[in-house]
């Protein structure tokens, strides 16, 4: 439904501000825009990092107000999105902006979808196209080189109550700036470069092994995974080469790009699951699930996962496609081994277990080939 409805609605890309110290263009571009109160939507590990001062340092410098709101949280929830927008309302704020992960970004896209139709709760604009209005405008700031957010029509939340985490799908939620800046990403510790970068390649290879593919997002997903193998290594071990930083960041907007218009399947089903019963960061659930996903899936995925492992220079010795995929796979455990990403998710209740299913199978699209373990009964 939701790809129906969007061949009628115009996609939009982010306008970029990319390369070193592009974040110094924000000041001006709020104020030619004559914007001169806005909402920053962070998190404390960001503030706590001073990683947020140039910004602030420089909107005080060009006599734009803010409000600050910096109590995202991993995963962010219904609340955290309320309180932000209450920031917004008391200081009548124009716009926003959003510096931080995945997690300040869809905190951001929340609030904006709130004031979009603030008729609605958050849980009424679960699902797809249920805010179909403009936004105020919303330029986010990635700090991670993961999610893609930055480019994406999706708003992901968490309602700390029941446990769930969904997915919010407008056209309107895609940001209207985004600032690749890589100086930004520098600090990014080893344990969450790798988690983030294994969240980009899942993007890119979920949205390249479904069967909503374009020409469009085939050429992101192929730039994406050539860029990820060819860095995210360099990035976890040597966090201080800027060219991987910035090779990072695109591959990561690359791949939003792709998956917001190709989609996302199991990997991610099961992720948001365990994002939303035990808290598992995204990127991280996103890794360790991601090899076994891609043999579950069979032969179904042996022909485009052997074209990827072709564009990433993996596998070349390889007699048959099926023997390619796996080497492209194993290339994924290597990559998750040497990064000390685990094998396997730990602290799982049994008795979790038939609603986290039930919950994934709800969840996962209907246009991706079915994992053989899995069976509807
Ligand atoms: P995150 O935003 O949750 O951040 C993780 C941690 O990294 C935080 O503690 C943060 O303080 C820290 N951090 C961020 N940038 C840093 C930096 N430069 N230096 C040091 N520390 C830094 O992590 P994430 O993986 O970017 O985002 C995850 C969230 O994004 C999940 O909720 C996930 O479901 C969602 N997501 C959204 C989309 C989308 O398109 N909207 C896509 C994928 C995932």
Not at 42 to 47: E, N, Q, R, V
Request: proline fraction near 6%; charge should be neutral.
């Amino acid at each position: 439904a939701f790809r129906l409805a969007s061949n009628f609605m115009p996609w939009r890309k982010p306008e970029l501000l990319e390369g070193k110290n592009s974040l110094n263009k924000v000041p001006k571009l709020l104020s030619n825009k004559g914007i001169d109160r806005v909402l920053v939507v962070t998190d404390k590990g960001i503030t706590s990092l001073g990683l947020i001062d140039g910004l602030l340092k420089g909107l005080e410098d060009s006599d734009i107000e803010y409000v600050l709101y910096d109590q995202t949280i991993p995963n962010p929830t219904i609340d955290n999105i309320e309180e932000a927008l209450e920031q917004y309302k008391a200081a009548n704020c124009q716009g926003i902006i959003a510096f931080g992960g995945g997690s300040p970004m869809d905190c951001a896209k929340g609030v904006g979808a709130r004031l979009a139709r603030p008729k609605k709760s958050i849980p009424q604009m679960k699902g797809e196209l249920k805010i179909r209005k403009k936004i105020p405008p919303l330029i986010a700031v990635p700090t991670t080189a993961g999610t893609g957010s930055e480019a994406t029509v999706v708003a992901v939340v968490s309602n700390s109550k029941t446990h769930e985490k969904y997915a919010i799908n407008d056209m309107s939620l895609i940001p209207h700036y985004a600032v690749l800046d890589p100086l930004l990403t520098m600090q990014l510790p080893p344990h969450i470069t790798s988690t983030t970068g294994i969240d980009a390649l899942t993007h890119a290879i979920e949205a390249y092994i479904g069967k909503s593919n374009t020409s469009e997002t085939i050429a992101y997903c192929e730039e994406a995974v050539k860029l990820i193998f060819d860095n995210l290594y360099e990035a976890y071990t040597n966090g201080s080469n800027i060219d991987a930083r910035k090779n990072m960041q695109r591959a990561a907007y690359l791949a939003g790009m792709a998956f917001t218009r190709a989609y996302v399947g199991y990997v991610h089903a099961i992720a948001h699951t365990l994002g939303g019963f035990y808290g598992v960061p995204h990127g991280l659930a996103n890794a360790i699930i991601l090899p076994y996903v891609l043999t579950y899936y069979g032969k179904s995925v042996h022909k485009p996962l052997a074209e990827l492992a072709d564009i990433a220079g993996i596998g070349e010795s390889a007699d048959s496609i099926e023997q390619k995929a796996a080497m492209f796979i194993e290339a994924i455990k290597d990559l998750n081994q040497k990064m000390n990403i685990p094998a396997k998710v730990t602290g799982i209740i049994d008795s979790d277990i038939p609603l986290m299913v039930e919950r994934a199978f709800k969840e996962a699209n209907p246009l991706y080939p079915v994992p053989q373990i899995l069976s509807r009964k």
